[in-house]
């Protein structure tokens, strides 16, 4: 009984992977990309700002080859995040 489930969510599972449900999934997933690529962007600038008060929320400033390129390299996950966020928002969904 349990190998004839495992197939069944096997079957499921590929089903839904090239259903009309992939596009919603990229587009969820670009999205969830983008806020991060933004948010550690956003997070890496005011780290820059105010002298480390936003500790939380910078990884690029823990990446020890990026000392002296940091806020270069927030300004470039700014701009990643909105690329991906607009590709994100180009992804069509599949009738």
């Not at 600038?45 to 080859?65: C, N």
Request: charged share 20%; with cysteine; glycine share 12%.
């Amino acid at each position: 009984m349990g190998d004839f489930c495992r197939r069944r969510a096997a079957a499921c599972l590929i089903r839904d992977l090239g259903g009309a449900r992939q596009p919603e999934a990229m587009k969820n997933f670009l999205g969830f990309v983008a806020f991060i690529l933004f948010a550690q962007g956003i997070g890496g600038i005011l780290y820059e700002i105010t002298d480390g008060w936003f500790r939380w929320s910078a990884v690029v400033h823990r990446i020890p080859f990026l000392d002296g390129y940091e806020i270069y390299v927030c300004v470039l996950l700014l701009a990643l995040g909105l690329a991906v966020g607009a590709a994100s928002d180009s992804v069509k969904r599949k009738e």
